[in-house]
């Protein structure tokens, strides 16, 4: 218990100290939750309230809800350590091996990189390692509390990624694990019969009640028009080979060969191997299949579970100075490689920067158009400015299969808007035109802010990457 609340300790010290001035994914937009409220509809329906719990305590000013989204993934970062490291004792390593497991785990680039920037997948990492140190270390003698207790937190974990379900064969697998540990058995037809059914009606609960916060309605399988959209709109834009080595290669550097070592040399067996498996391969093929690059934020949650063979791989892990101190080398070339795909990310993106170019865009206020989510709104630092995000028009455009001229008539909205207020666009995406290319959305994104600036006049204003266009009506044309 010391040495796993250490690790989570320094874990989180370290993450809090790494943290990044730029947020991903889907963290623009909760952090913008968190602060100016929404988001009751948000898929993973636990991650919003917690965010706007640790904002409350800091402020929902900028400073204040960019240190609550820190907070909340740094602490997260150190559970899912800590519970790693518990969890791999429990599963017979020695201390030594559990460390270095643990912290092999720690320091890939995708566990590094999640830890210092605010989005669901740490939140789902360390819910998930809970969830397997509750099924090691719950009361098997009495069975019923046992299934009660690791089906509660296969509920609450659902509610951080809606992506739980695959690891239910997982989890019973540890629940045997679990019951062995206290001298107990389950036979195949009690698991696969009993505490299999027992477990996924309480996930399926918990699927039912998330349903029930977002549509308010208990729906289990509730489905989201707008997640349909989107989920399309991010899949099928990259081969296998590119998403392995975007999903895998990259960010779990050294776990992945050495947890494949560990495996090919028959370090597991038995329910140990069948466990293993469980919980990886059911997700890595899900995720493999569906497409999305997200720098292996997907795989991270089961990805912790190779630190298991891997640290088994370790030739003499668990003794000499020698073994230790190449432990060490490995953990530290691994970190320093982390830290590169870290600053790589956030090189010249800054959101003070952002706000001064609003400043000068609409310095009496007004509407800004934003054609991605590369940042918070930019009404938690002005009050006076309202986002318009029109990127899941894009995306509806974009899955539609209608051309990117189609878009253009979003330009209609302008004429509406400044017939009351100031307006501006957000064309930043210029400065990520890689990232666009990739997923086939810059000739939509072009072709909108070609009709914009056909239709109307326009001020251009630069800071850093952040690129504004003033919009006003042509000159001489009536008031609207």
């Known amino acids: 218990m010391v040495w796993a609340l250490g690790l989570g300790s320094l874990t989180a010290l370290c993450a809090w100290l790494l943290r990044q001035p730029r947020l991903y994914g889907d963290g623009s937009g909760l952090v913008s939750f968190a602060a100016l409220g929404g988001g009751e509809s948000y898929h ?16 929902r000013g900028p400073a204040g809800v960019l240190l609550a989204s820190h907070l909340v993934v740094a602490s997260a970062a150190g559970v899912a350590v800590g519970c790693l490291f518990a969890a791999l004792r429990c599963l017979g390593l020695s201390r030594s091996r559990a460390v270095f497991g643990a912290a092999l785990f720690a320091t890939t680039p995708g566990a590094v990189f999640f830890a210092t920037t605010f989005e669901v997948h740490v939140l789902h990492v360390a819910a998930v390692l809970a969830t397997a140190l509750v099924a090691l270390v719950a009361p098997w003698r009495r069975p019923v509390l046992g299934v009660g207790l690791v089906g509660t937190c296969l509920a609450i974990t659902y509610g951080t990624h809606v992506s ?37 009606t309480l996930l399926v609960v918990g699927m039912g009640l998330a349903g029930l916060i977002r549509t308010g309605r208990f729906d289990p399988l509730a489905v989201d028009r707008e997640v349909e959209i989107v989920s399309s709109f991010y899949t ?48 890595w093929v899900f995720f493999q299949v569906w497409g999305v690059n997200e720098r292996g934020a997907y795989l991270l949650p089961t990805a912790a579970f190779l630190a298991w063979p ?13 073994a230790r101190a190449l432990a060490l080398v490995v953990i530290a070339i691994q970190l320093t490689l982390a830290l590169v ?19 000068a865009a609409l310095p009496e206020g007004g509407t800004v158009i934003r054609l991605w989510m590369d940042a918070p709104e930019v009404t938690i630092w002005r009050p006076d400015v309202a986002e318009l995000d029109v ?11 209608a051309p990117p001229e189609a878009i253009a008539a ?16 957000d064309v930043s995406y210029t400065a990520r035109l890689d990232f666009h290319e990739a997923a086939g959305r810059l000739r939509y994104l072009s072709a909108l ?24 009506q042509p000159a001489g044309s009536s008031d609207r």
């Open 44 to 59: 993973h329906v636990l991650v919003v309230p917690l965010l706007r719990l640790a904002t409350e305590l800091l402020g």
């Open 164 to 200: 739980t379900p695959l690891i239910g064969f997982g989890v019973l697998g540890l629940c045997q694990l679990g019951a062995r540990r206290v001298g107990r058995r389950f036979s195949l037809p009690a698991l696969l019969f009993a505490v299999g059914p027992a477990l996924l």
């Open 236 to 283: 099928g834009h990259a081969g296998a080979l590119a998403l392995a080595v975007h999903n895998i290669a990259l960010p779990l550097l050294l776990l992945t060969p050495l947890a494949i070592a560990g495996l090919l040399l028959g370090r597991l067996r038995g329910w140990h191997l069948a466990t293993c498996l469980a919980l990886v391969v059911p997700s």
């Open 310 to 322: 891997a640290a088994l791989a370790w030739p003499t892990a668990n003794r000499g100075t020698l």
């Open 341 to 359: 795909q870290w600053s790589a990310w956030n090189r010249g993106w800054n959101y003070d920067e952002r706000v001064a170019a609003i400043d």
């Open 391 to 401: 990127s899941r028009q894009i995306s509806a455009t974009m899955v539609s299969g």
């Open 410 to 425: 979003a330009a209609d909205a302008i004429d509406v808007i400044l017939a009351v207020e100031p307006v501006a666009m």
């Open 449 to 472: 802010e070609e009709a914009v600036r056909q239709r109307f006049d326009v001020v251009e204003h630069r800071l850093g990457l952040w690129r504004f266009l003033t919009v006003t």
